[in-house]
């Protein structure tokens, strides 16, 4: 996820190299912004998330469930990503250079900024973030790898100085990634969250509940709310009958995609809005039964997606036939490739010549990934493998046995984090693919002078990966967010990085 849960691997993002100069717009906070009467106003909100934080370190735990809460909330970065995904705006920095060679982007930051303990932010802050990097467990930490130093020209510039030019450091700077911790702080992060932002964590009980109170010393625009409870739920029908009942006001991300029509009422507002990330099957093509290409393909060929998009979701998504989604600047509709054909499935299977076709298929404990290995199953059987299932508890057993010991044979899982497929370039992360071509185009992508060219060298990269079969992309799901009616502000669309609360009124 963003699989939630990434490891190490740079990831491309389409944001232009420029010499401009970006000018400062809004203040903090660069969703809805609140008025002053919205700062003192009594108001608070308890939202329904699934699922938990195991801790509140983010450089050590992979997932998205710790950025959802903490990222534009309680920790800031340089730049912010806004709604659209596609747009960088000022944050901790007012504004930036960067040079024409590409190599070094100057960071005129926002003066007087302190964090909620007190401690001041500066451009040595920034430099203690990033060349830290290396030193970060969890969340795609080689995203940035071409930084090569910070200079902390004075309190207020900061001179980031890459390798080699990067195209995506911008997009990256706005992630997790580029969170400003306080250098003070940093040895406690498993249990404290000390940032610049509008929020602090008053409050965290594991896998139950996470308290955010509004900072009243923030630096920039304050947020309207006072409060934000973020409940956790095991299940989509806890979480719906606690917004039923009027436990929680809201439900963010919501999944019980056939529960929704019981929120069609003057009660409640649906939110609809586009989500990254795909729904994937995982297919190990580095041992077992899918080291054989052909039945990987097989696997393309005996996947009705059209159907699962139906079972598992209700419709509220896009069929996938590729590791790119709509969103993606590089997308091309690539679908004729695997169309649903089952008499081609089980030619590849008798092609493959494997005379053992047992497949250890290992579900995490979420209801999609549920869904979607008994309509697989049964697909599978169809065409000759024998299919075991076995749960893994997720997050804690699925990420140690699935994703970091790489225990599997085929598995599901949904990744909800910004341009995930370049991944596909890392032959450590789980997936464990590896094409020396794949890898070129993304290098090429990264080096690309231009628009064109850097999505040219991206589909090219898609175009072989598909080709290759690892995974059976399924779907690109909607952003759902059911709120009480007179609950405004939530974002529309979730750009795979945070549950923005900066704009939220209740």
Request: aromatic letters at 10%.
């Amino acid at each position: 996820m963003k699989v939630h849960w990434m490891k190490k691997i740079s990831m491309l993002a389409s944001v232009g190299i420029a010499t401009a100069m970006v000018l400062s717009g809004c203040a903090g906070g660069t969703g809805a912004s609140s008025s002053e009467s919205g700062t003192s106003a009594n108001t608070s909100i308890r939202i329904g998330l699934t699922p938990s934080p195991a801790n509140l370190n983010f450089e050590q735990t992979a997932g998205q469930a710790i950025p959802q809460a903490l990222m534009y909330n309680v920790y800031e970065s340089l730049v912010k990503l806004n709604e659209n995904g596609k747009t960088i705006q000022p944050l901790l920095a007012k504004s930036w250079k960067i040079s024409n060679d590409g190599l070094t982007y100057t960071f005129n930051l926002r003066s007087g900024v302190k964090f909620s303990n007190g401690d001041p932010f500066n451009a040595s802050t920034v430099k203690f973030n990033l060349e830290r990097l290396n030193q970060w467990k969890a969340n795609t930490p080689a995203n940035l790898s071409a930084i090569d130093h910070v200079d902390a020209v004075s309190n207020t510039e900061a001179k980031v100085v890459l390798k080699e030019p990067d195209r995506n450091t911008l997009f990256w700077l706005t992630s997790v990634l580029g969170a400003m911790v306080d250098p003070n702080e940093v040895n406690n992060m498993d249990t404290q969250a000390i940032g610049t932002g509008p929020f602090t964590v008053s409050d965290y009980k594991v896998g139950s509940q996470m308290d955010l109170k509004r900072n009243d010393s923030y630096w920039g625009t304050k947020p309207a709310l006072r409060t934000a409870q973020l409940k956790y739920y095991s299940d989509t029908t806890s979480s719906s009958n606690a917004l039923l009942s009027g436990d929680i006001d809201a439900i963010y991300n919501f999944q019980g995609y056939d529960q929704i029509d019981q929120f069609k009422n003057d009660n409640y507002t649906i939110n609809t809005g586009n989500a990254q990330g795909d729904t994937m099957l995982v297919m190990n093509p580095s041992k077992g039964p899918f080291s054989n290409i052909k039945l990987r393909q097989a696997v393309m060929y005996a996947v009705d997606k059209d159907r699962i998009l139906k079972t598992v979701i209700n419709g509220y998504g896009t069929v996938l036939s590729a590791p790119v989604i709509p969103s993606d600047p590089w997308y091309k509709n690539l679908s004729s490739t695997y169309k649903h054909d089952t008499a081609k499935a089980k030619q590849l299977v008798q092609q493959s010549g494997v005379k053992d076709l047992t497949v250890n298929f290992t579900v995490p404990t979420r209801p999609y990934a549920q869904s979607i290995a008994q309509i697989v199953k049964t697909e599978l059987d169809a065409i000759g493998f024998k299919v075991n299932l076995t749960e893994q508890e997720f997050p804690a057993v699925w990420i140690q046995n699935t994703m970091t010991n790489k225990n599997y044979d085929m598995t599901a899982m949904w990744h909800v984090e910004a341009r995930n497929v370049t991944n596909y370039g890392n032959a450590n992360y789980y997936w464990n693919y590896n094409n020396a071509k794949v890898n070129s185009d993304f290098a090429a992508a990264k080096k690309a002078g231009s628009d064109t060219d850097f999505n040219s060298s991206m589909l090219d990269a898609v175009t072989q990966i598909q080709q290759d079969a690892p995974a059976d992309w399924l779907y690109n799901t909607n952003l759902i967010t059911i709120t009480k009616k007179g609950i405004t502000g939530f974002s529309k669309n979730d750009v795979g990085i945070a549950m923005d609360l900066t704009g939220v009124k209740g």
